[in-house]
């Protein structure tokens, strides 16, 4: 979507004869509204996934939050797990890449602009609010839930691919959040603790984030 087209255009409708502008002031507030609230939707949402994720664990007989151990170990393992994670991904955002360049360009244009006015507490909440409610869903649910019925590997594909699925605004990220999707179900299975791919996507959100946030100023 052009934006700058879309200002022009509707400038021009305000200038021409009879082109007051407030005919039908509904779609403006509506977009004002949405753009104010982007940090309680997007809370909303990962939190409306871990509602969901639990619905269908009662549903289908699951109990996801019997595999999550706090134990210190599997904090420290979830920091030294998140690390290639971040050096993957920032090394991957400094290629020249026809395809990088187009997932930056797509961050850049629509990622970011929603927490333009948010504090790093808000940041904070929304990654902790994905690692929680995605891998809820994706992992505690959807791979643990299928794993009895078609094996591990299969299982963990098949979670990885509705992960991709999911985060799949670009061919290139449905790739990219396939792999991450497949990393994190493979911690899950190695350490059997769902706390574990919990906190590294969380980390990992966090972080890319509040770097991408801190050098891109424009859009804070």
């Known amino acids: 979507m052009n934006v700058n087209g879309q200002s022009t255009v509707n400038d021009q409708a305000d200038e021409s004869p009879g082109g007051s502008g407030d005919e039908d002031p509904t779609p403006t507030r509506l977009g004002e509204l949405l753009k104010r609230r982007p940090i309680l939707f997007a809370l909303g949402f990962e939190g409306a996934l871990a509602v969901a994720a639990l619905a269908l664990s009662l549903l289908f007989g699951l109990q996801p939050w019997l595999a999550i151990d706090f134990g210190a170990d599997a904090m420290v393992l979830s920091v030294l797990a998140t690390a290639p994670l971040i050096v993957a991904m920032l090394a991957l955002m400094q290629r020249r890449w026809s395809w990088v360049q187009a997932l930056r360009r797509i961050v850049e244009d629509h990622l970011l602009p929603l927490f333009r006015d948010a ?12 690692g929680i409610g995605e891998e809820l869903l994706f992992r505690g649910v959807v791979q643990a839930g299928v794993e009895g019925l078609i094996g591990p590997v299969a299982a963990l594909v098949v979670a990885s691919l509705l992960f991709g699925l999911a985060h799949a605004v670009s061919p290139a990220y449905f790739v990219i959040t396939c ?11 190695a350490t059997g603790n769902l706390l574990v791919p919990i906190m ?16 891109t100023p424009d859009a804070r």
């Open 119 to 130: 504090g790093p507490l808000a940041v904070f909440a929304v990654a902790l609010f994905a």
């Open 179 to 189: 792999v991450m999707g497949l990393y994190l179900g493979w911690l899950y299975q």
């Open 200 to 215: 590294v996507h969380f980390l990992y959100d966090w972080i890319v984030l509040a770097w991408y946030l801190r050098r």
